[in-house]
């Protein structure tokens, strides 16, 4: 039997290594155990905030969360960023360039569930702009979107199967600082913060749902093999 995360690494698998028998795919989400509904969520309209959690790299993102962040600062936006997860290289570097933000919390490594679902529900969009080479399907991206958090992405991996509307897709090019501030204000003049945060919800169930019906088709089949 072979499990993949999703569709898109199947068919790439069967790509390479021709047909198979019998393969399922089976998203992370089934093990995320803390789902808090949008509902929950306080959105501010003027001092939106931005987050990333993660394995803070270059690679995953953290470069240019930072660069983002001093942009708005330059911008003179009241918006506000929270980073946490630990500083996997060069942390003296990173912690004096996280210094001379005055928009920017660092909060450290988080590795508890109610600490974690305390810095989703703090923010509401979650900046993904990962370039990770090996990138498939963050955990990290997954927990943000059963909170109801607004993800924006790079279309990395399996990424853009996780997010419900193309427009948070951005592209990774010299004008993605411009792009991501765009499609924010675009959603500030919309007003539809609330409903992109239910979509976002409801994009994580679809996911779960899913998954769990071909968790149980793997178990039944397992069972039928005795």
Same mark, same amino acid.
């Given at each position: 039997?072979?499990?993949?995360?999703?569709?898109?690494?199947? /068919? =790439?698998?069967?790509?390479?290594?021709?047909?198979?028998?019998?393969?399922?795919?089976? #998203?992370? #989400?089934? &093990?995320?155990?803390?789902?808090?509904?949008?509902?929950?969520?306080?959105?501010?309209?003027?001092?939106?905030?931005?987050?990333?959690? $993660?394995?803070?790299?270059?690679?995953?993102?953290?470069?240019?969360?930072?660069?983002?962040?001093?942009?708005?600062?330059?911008?003179?936006?009241?918006?506000?960023? &929270?980073?946490?997860?630990?500083?996997?290289?060069?942390?003296?570097?990173?912690?004096?360039?996280i210094s001379k933000l005055p928009n920017l919390r660092? /909060?450290?490594?988080?590795? =508890?569930?109610k600490s974690k679902s305390k810095f989703y529900k703090?923010?509401?969009?979650?900046? &993904?702009?990962?370039?990770?080479?090996?990138?498939?399907?963050?955990?990290?991206?997954?927990?943000?979107?059963?909170?109801?958090?607004?993800?924006?992405? &790079?279309?990395?991996?399996?990424?853009?199967?996780?997010?419900? #509307?193309?427009?948070?897709?951005?592209?990774?090019?010299?004008?993605? /600082?411009? $792009?991501?501030?765009?499609?924010?204000?675009?959603?500030i003049l919309d007003d539809n913060l609330k409903k992109?945060? /239910?979509?976002?919800?409801?994009?994580?169930?679809?996911?779960?749902?899913?998954?769990?019906?071909?968790?149980?088709?793997?178990?039944?089949?397992?069972?039928?093999?005795?």
């Amino acid at each position: 039997r072979n499990n993949f995360l999703n569709k898109k690494e199947a /068919l =790439n698998f069967k790509k390479i290594y021709g047909k198979l028998e019998k393969y399922y795919y089976i #998203s992370n #989400s089934i &093990f995320i155990k803390d789902i808090k509904s949008c509902e929950e969520r306080n959105h501010l309209s003027k001092n939106l905030s931005f987050g990333l959690l $993660s394995n803070l790299t270059k690679e995953k993102g953290l470069d240019k969360f930072l660069d983002f962040a001093r942009y708005s600062f330059v911008k003179n936006k009241s918006w506000k960023f &929270f980073l946490a997860g630990p500083l996997m290289r060069k942390k003296k570097y990173y912690l004096e360039e996280i210094s001379k933000l005055p928009n920017l919390r660092y /909060l450290g490594p988080i590795n =508890n569930e109610k600490s974690k679902s305390k810095f989703y529900k703090k923010v509401d969009f979650f900046l &993904f702009l990962s370039t990770y080479f090996h990138e498939s399907e963050p955990l990290v991206l997954l927990e943000a979107i059963s909170h109801g958090t607004i993800p924006i992405v &790079f279309n990395r991996g399996s990424i853009s199967d996780l997010i419900f #509307s193309k427009d948070l897709i951005i592209d990774n090019n010299f004008n993605y /600082l411009s $792009s991501i501030k765009n499609v924010v204000e675009d959603l500030i003049l919309d007003d539809n913060l609330k409903k992109l945060s /239910l979509n976002s919800f409801k994009k994580f169930l679809k996911i779960r749902k899913s998954s769990q019906s071909q968790f149980n088709k793997l178990i039944e089949d397992l069972i039928s093999l005795d």
